[in-house]
């Protein structure tokens, strides 16, 4: 054995009692849940409302999960029909035991999250944008369920990093495997960042940040594919054309189509809705601070009401000040001021006048009595 490998876990199962508890299924929901809660800051601070997301998120995880395991069975169908079976057909409703094709997961998994979309009266694309980096995350920790199954690797390796596999597993004794589950998880991981920051720098709106987790994704499943092995009972079920895997020929298209979208989506600026009709956006978020997202389609807000005084009158539009002072009272009054003003400084003339005859009259008396 080599000196330097990472070595496979004992097991993947432990009992609580006589409920078992898989490292896949755990995995599993914990992507769910770090997507989950990721994308709801996301939708907040795009404006939406708390809990939009985790509504969403029901019905897309349990069409989510259905579709990845119909495209599992469907492309690996010899290991449960035909002279090749492995299993049993009925054992291919034992999600447990692994086997989730991400593209039936991401394909049917999106009809669940198109009719939430619909029945809360939201744009879909809004939503795919807002959860694509969740979705990234959400993979670089379901593939460490491989690894407990001792599935999905790849071909035999000498590098230090090479993968243990039993031998019940598919494995052989002193041959070290590519750990594909490790390859993908870090690309996944790294994807998630790099659409975290491109979310912020670019402000992709329309799915134009879900094509772009689309393009980035696919990119590395092609090569990590080209590395892996599936063999069970000692023969590989991998289903092949012209020379590659289907999954990588599903990359290609993906990919390309991923590519026309962003083209076509260019010059897309429509208004998305994030808050439903008749309803209020978050006030706690929508400034648009959390994850550097900024609002989406929320009611306008003016420079006047952003600073109004809840129950006070607003301001005239036209005098922007007082709006009970209307411009006809306002030059009465300052009519009136003027006038007044005028008959003051006529009044105190007066009095100088009278003071100073008085004075001048007095002058002759005194001298008089002199």
């Known amino acids: 054995m080599p000196l330097a490998s ?46 939009t997301i985790v ?16 495209y599992h069975v469907i492309t690996d169908w010899q290991m449960y029909f035909g002279s090749r079976a492995v299993k049993q057909p009925y054992q291919a409703l034992f999600i447990w035991e692994g086997g989730l094709g991400i593209w039936g997961a991401i394909a049917l998994g999106g009809v669940g999250v ?27 920790i379901g593939r460490w369920g491989n690894w407990f199954n001792q599935e999905l690797y790849g071909g035999p390796t000498t590098l230090p990093w090479g993968l243990e596999i039993d031998i019940d597993h598919g494995g052989e004794p002193g041959v070290l495997y590519h750990p594909t589950f490790l390859y993908e998880s870090l690309w996944d991981l790294a994807l998630g960042f790099l659409l975290l920051f491109v979310g912020r720098r670019f402000t992709l709106r329309h799915g134009r940040l879900f094509a772009v987790y689309v393009a980035g994704y696919t990119l590395g499943r092609f090569w990590i594919e080209g590395l892996r092995i599936d063999p069970v009972g000692g023969v590989d079920h991998a289903v092949t054309f012209l020379g590659m895997r289907l999954n990588q020929w599903t990359s290609i298209v993906v990919f390309l189509g991923a590519l026309v979208y962003l083209w076509a989506t260019r010059n897309k600026d429509a208004v998305e809705v994030v808050v439903p009709a008749g309803e209020s956006p978050d006030p706690a978020h929508a400034a648009g601070q959390d994850d550097g997202e900024s609002p989406g389609a929320t009611p306008a807000t003016g420079p ?9 009158p607003a301001a005239d539009a036209e005098t922007g000040g007082d709006p009970e002072v209307k411009p006809d009272a306002e030059a009465e009054t300052v009519a009136d001021t003027v006038a007044d003003t005028e008959a003051d400084r006529e009044a105190d003339a007066g009095q100088e006048k009278v003071a100073a005859g008085s004075e001048t009259e007095a002058v002759p008396e005194e001298k008089k009595a002199r």
Do not use: H, N
Request: hydrophobic share 50%; net charge positive.
């Open 6 to 51: 990472i070595p496979s876990p004992s097991q993947g199962v432990w009992y609580l009692g006589i409920i078992p508890i898989r490292a896949y299924a755990l995995c599993i929901v914990l992507g769910v849940v770090v997507a989950v809660w990721l994308s709801e800051r996301r939708w907040r601070a795009r404006g939406g409302q708390k809990g």
């Open 55 to 70: 509504d969403i998120a029901v019905p897309a995880v349990i069409f989510g999960l259905i579709g990845g395991r119909l």
């Open 114 to 140: 198109w009719w939430a979309c619909r029945k809360r009266g939201l744009s879909m694309t809004a939503v795919a944008d807002t959860v694509a980096p969740g979705i990234a995350f959400a993979q670089a």
């Open 304 to 312: 006047d009401e952003r600073d109004a005084v809840p129950g006070a």
